[in-house]
């Protein structure tokens, strides 16, 4: 692998992480991350009307109720975010 190659691979990784924010930076700790990975799953349930409708007969609940269920766990998917230390 030559150098050229290398940054044509890097510059490429970071228009892919300036357009879309659900493949990260170097910056980005855990729980941003699984926060994100959580969000990308509850919209794409609520989107895709077949497995909204799957997951509402799992539980027994109506469609609609579903979808509410799964607006709410968006706020906070993963719970309060841990503290961070100030250095």
Request: overall charge negative; aromatic content about 12%; some cysteine.
């Amino acid at each position: 692998m030559q150098a050229s190659d290398r940054f044509n691979i890097n510059s490429q990784l970071e228009h892919l992480q300036a357009k879309y924010v659900g493949t990260g930076h170097a910056d980005l700790n855990r729980f941003e991350w699984a926060v994100n990975i959580q969000r990308d799953s509850y919209a794409s349930y609520i989107g895709h009307y077949p497995m909204l409708a799957y997951f509402s007969v799992a539980e027994n609940e109506s469609v609609g109720r579903e979808r509410y269920n799964f607006m709410q766990k968006m706020l906070l998917p993963c719970g309060l975010p841990p503290e961070r230390e100030d250095d």
